[in-house]
T-cell receptor
């Protein structure tokens, strides 16, 4: 069965700091990878996704993620965070149309 | 609004009562998913439909839970004889094929 782990439960950063959120998945086959964000009181929104091709994918709001197949990882990065990035971030795996498996989430708090 | 809509936004019910939630997906999306999210956790898959066919159900979906999508458009999720452990956010999402989901805002259920 697929599973997704996220390295940090809660990350606290100051504005302008760089961000990297870890995500590892367990599945032997080919998967699609996603990062979703949930701002306080709002619904889940897609940040970025990887299906194939260039393993460095760029998403909305300056976020990017790198797929490293050998490490089963899909880490999310942003060079300079803003207070408005305060949210919960979820990594998810999908096996070609089957249901998504989400990680437990990482809460990001950005201090102004 | 062309997003996924869920109704109601909040539901408080007494233990033992039945509740029903509705989800209206994006009209051109053929897949509809139900997830449950508890505090501090990522969404957990419950079930999904392709058009009107219910293709997969999670072990989380006990006999007290039933979902329908009678005409391949909106869907309902019913919980019978609610228990306190059913308290959670119930999320609906839709997609076209296996692409990234679009989530609704969810229905927060509180069983007292």
């Amino acid at each position: 069965a697929q599973s997704v782990s996220q390295h940090n439960h809660h990350v606290i950063l100051s504005e302008a700091a760089s961000l990297e959120l870890g995500c590892n998945y367990s599945y032997g086959g080919t998967v699609n990878l996603f990062w979703y964000v949930q701002y306080p009181g709002q619904h889940l929104q897609l940040l970025l996704k990887y299906f194939s091709g260039d393993p460095l994918v760029k998403g909305i709001k300056g976020f990017e993620a790198e797929f490293i197949k050998s490490k089963f990882s899909f880490n999310l990065r942003k060079p300079s965070v803003q207070w408005s990035d305060t949210a919960e971030y979820f990594c998810a795996v999908n096996n070609y149309g089957q249901n998504f498996v989400f990680g437990p989430g990482t809460r990001l708090s950005v201090l102004p | 609004d062309t997003g996924v809509s869920q109704d109601p936004r909040h539901k408080i019910t007494k233990r033992g009562q039945n509740v029903t939630f509705r989800c209206d997906p994006i009209s051109e999306h053929n897949r509809l998913y139900w997830y449950r999210q508890t505090l501090g956790q990522g969404p957990e898959f419950l079930t999904y439909f392709q058009n009107e066919a219910q293709l997969e159900k999670s072990r989380l979906l006990s006999d007290r839970f039933s979902a329908e999508r009678p005409k391949g458009s909106f869907s309902t999720l019913e919980i019978q004889r609610t228990e306190q452990g059913d308290s959670a956010m119930y999320l609906c999402a839709s997609s076209q094929g296996g692409d990234g989901y679009t989530f609704g805002s969810g229905t927060r259920l509180t069983v007292v």
